[in-house]
């Protein structure tokens, strides 16, 4: 897979959600479903948008021990999605375990993809509440670099981080960055922000993009903007 722009489809209804993604009648967008929209229409709902032509980024952040994320992966790998995601925060152990339940008998498996430390975590939450002494940057490639040990295809991270994660992680291992705004669009509760454009000269994979495109006027037109930005 290429570099993509992700829509992130954060509505809580199948019906909100199709009544946005009718409005895409030339190329489909790649879509990503969180745990909102998941946990309010289930399985059925990734099924049915797979249905419609769209590739899939499955973002629920599996965190538990390993022999409970390793049999959840063994469920969500039949929903045929093309990259779904953990907290490496779970350690190798379960990163390595949820590899295992993803991959189907025939060996083949969707992407999976670690979050390091969550962008609302901030150095105050990550030493204080967390006990994690050792700096948010470092934090993050020490992660970065559990989750390529493990196997794992890559990290959601920072779009500001994605360079360094490639150095230290590889080339090939997927940076998806989310915390893209247009210069001209409104930052929301994003505070680590870069454009489209930017994102795509500085090592990010795959761009997440929420806001800027469902709340859009034209919504079309916004990813339009945000697919040509990106890949120039
Ligand atoms: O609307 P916006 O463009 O901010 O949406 C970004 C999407 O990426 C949301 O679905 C948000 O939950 C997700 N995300 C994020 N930061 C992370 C991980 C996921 O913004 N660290």
Redesign the pocket.
């Known amino acids: 897979m290429g570099k993509d722009v992700i829509v992130?489809c954060?509505f809580s209804s199948a019906e909100q959600t199709f009544a946005f993604l009718d409005k895409f009648t030339g190329r489909k967008p790649f879509v990503?479903i969180?745990m909102e929209l998941y946990y309010a229409e289930g399985p059925e709902i990734v099924r049915q948008i797979k249905a419609r032509g769209h590739k899939i980024f499955l973002?629920l952040k599996l965190h538990d021990i390993p022999n409970t994320v390793k049999k959840a992966m063994a469920v969500l790998r039949n929903l045929d999605v093309d990259i779904t995601n953990l907290h490496a925060a779970g350690t190798t152990a379960m990163m390595q375990a949820a590899l295992e339940g993803l991959t189907r008998p025939d060996g083949t498996r969707p992407l999976l993809i670690a979050?390091t430390q969550?962008?609302?975590t901030d150095a105050a939450a990550l030493k204080n509440e967390l006990l994690i002494d050792t700096p948010m940057a470092e934090t993050v490639l020490s992660y970065a670099k559990n989750a390529a040990a493990s196997g794992l295809d890559g990290v959601?991270c920072?779009p500001l981080e994605a360079a360094l994660v490639k150095e230290r992680c590889g080339a090939d291992f997927l940076t998806v960055t989310?915390?893209?705004?247009f210069a001209d669009s409104a930052a929301?509760?994003?505070k680590r922000i870069m454009t489209p454009e930017k994102a795509g000269k500085s090592g990010c994979d795959y761009i997440?993009?929420?806001?800027?495109i469902?709340q859009a006027e034209d919504p079309v037109a916004a990813y339009r903007r945000a697919v040509k930005d990106f890949l120039g």
């Not at 997440?208 to 800027?212: D, H, L, Q, S």
């Open positions: 992130a954060d990503k969180g973002d979050v969550l962008t609302s959601v920072s989310p915390g893209i705004r929301g509760d994003q997440v993009v929420g806001r800027p469902t």
